[in-house]
């Protein structure tokens, strides 16, 4: 089974553009969650979807959205870039079904995104 | 509010000796406790997860982590450390509706 891949890997934008960041869940995972990790403040949870809706949202400015598709994959987008965003930005899916013997909470994660802001 | 605190920022062992990670959890309830491991350009892989079954959690490449109700702990441990173990680990407490919150991570130094 393939697992969670995000793409680009690597991005450089400069300040005040914005950027859109894609995750691919694995396969029959309904729910992706978003992570922010700097060196400064660590690894930080941004937001969870789940059928197409944010369920969930960590402490970050309205700069950061993100939305899912019907096929469960999602897309993240930053607007009005700063220097401050740089960070590798990490997608993670879980399965997020009542029926599955795996936890809900088990999240696999993907290799992540390197933004950079000039 | 659950968080988890790493009490050591980095780790150096021997090849071939124990490996211990500590980690202490604040939680007003039966916490699910994580730990895992980023290689250097990689993602994170979960290690174990702890979600009240049995105490004493076994993980892949040998880890285990015993959870300790008494001491708000949930240290990790090896036997024998490998030089591939060599990484940065960090301890996770679910917060609820899958946003995980991470602890500052302990890196691993391994030296032959």
């Known amino acids: 089974k393939a697992g969670v891949t995000q793409t680009p890997r690597y991005l450089i934008k400069t300040r005040g553009q914005q950027v859109t960041l894609s995750c691919s869940p694995i396969?029959?995972?309904?729910?992706v969650s978003w992570y922010q990790q700097t060196p400064g403040q660590g690894l930080q949870f941004l937001f969870e979807?789940?059928?197409?809706?944010?369920?969930n949202k960590g402490n970050f400015p309205g700069r950061f959205s993100g939305r899912q598709f019907s096929n469960s994959r999602s897309e993240m987008n930053v607007s009005t870039l700063e220097l401050g965003d740089s960070a590798l930005y990490l997608c993670?899916?879980?399965?997020?079904?009542?029926?599955?013997?795996?936890?809900?909470?088990?999240?696999?994660f993907g290799p992540g995104t390197r933004l950079t802001v000039l | 509010a659950q968080s988890v605190t790493q009490l050591d920022s980095h780790v150096s062992v021997s090849e071939g000796t124990p490996v211990l990670l500590r980690c202490n959890y604040s939680?007003?309830?039966?916490?699910?406790l994580f730990w895992y491991v980023q290689h250097p350009n990689k993602g994170l892989q979960l290690l174990l997860k702890?979600?009240?079954?049995?105490?004493l959690v076994k993980g892949i490449n040998g880890f285990e982590a015993e959870f300790k109700k008494s001491e708000t702990s949930f240290h990790l441990t090896k036997p024998s450390a490998h030089m591939s173990d060599a990484a940065e680990y960090f301890c996770?407490?679910?917060?609820?509706?899958?946003?995980?919150?991470f602890g500052s991570g302990t890196r691993l130094q391994v030296q032959p």
């Open positions: 993670a899916s879980s399965i997020r079904d009542r029926g599955s013997t795996i936890p809900n909470n088990e999240q696999f």
């Open positions: 396969s029959g995972h309904r729910s």
């Open positions: 979807y789940f059928s197409e809706t944010q369920r």
């Open positions: 939680s007003s309830y039966s916490p699910s």
């Open positions: 702890y979600t009240s079954a049995a105490t």
């Open positions: 996770v407490v679910d917060t609820g509706r899958r946003a995980l919150t």
